[in-house]
């Protein structure tokens, strides 16, 4: 088991700059490849960005490529999410998740993923 505690969130104004982090906690955080993931309201939960156990392997959704980094400090047990360039529609809560430990592929299938935070939420103003 892992638990996960997202920070970070808050009301920025387009193309601004915010940074989420995971506190994670529990089972040895090195083991899992991580995700984040948001969810606007009465849209489904969507992927945005992967990163591998070691963090030498990333992979973004569309939609925030080159404008989002992920990365994470193991040492720290602690997952970011570093986004610039922020638009209105990038308001959502923020979620950070870690894939089971079956699978070894990064995964963008919200499915694969087994432990979830409580999310934290962003809102970008136009």
């Known amino acids: 088991q892992v638990q996960l505690v997202e920070s970070g969130g808050g009301l920025v104004q387009a193309g601004e700059s915010l940074r989420l982090s995971c506190a994670a906690s529990?089972?040895?955080?090195?083991?899992?490849?991580m995700g984040w993931f948001r969810q606007a309201p009465g849209k489904e939960r969507e992927f945005v960005a992967t990163i591998s156990r070691s963090g030498g392997n990333t992979y973004f959704a569309n939609s925030v490529k080159g404008r989002f980094t992920i990365s994470r400090d193991n040492a720290k047990n602690t997952l970011y999410l570093q986004m610039n360039s922020l638009k209105p529609e990038d308001t959502a809560v923020y979620y950070c998740?870690?894939?089971?430990?079956?699978?070894?592929?990064?995964?963008?299938?919200?499915?694969?993923?087994?432990?979830w935070g409580q999310g934290t939420q962003v809102t970008v103003s136009s």
């Open positions: 998740a870690a894939e089971s430990t079956y699978f070894s592929h990064l995964s963008a299938n919200k499915n694969e993923y087994v432990h």
């Open positions: 529990g089972r040895t955080f090195s083991s899992y490849n």
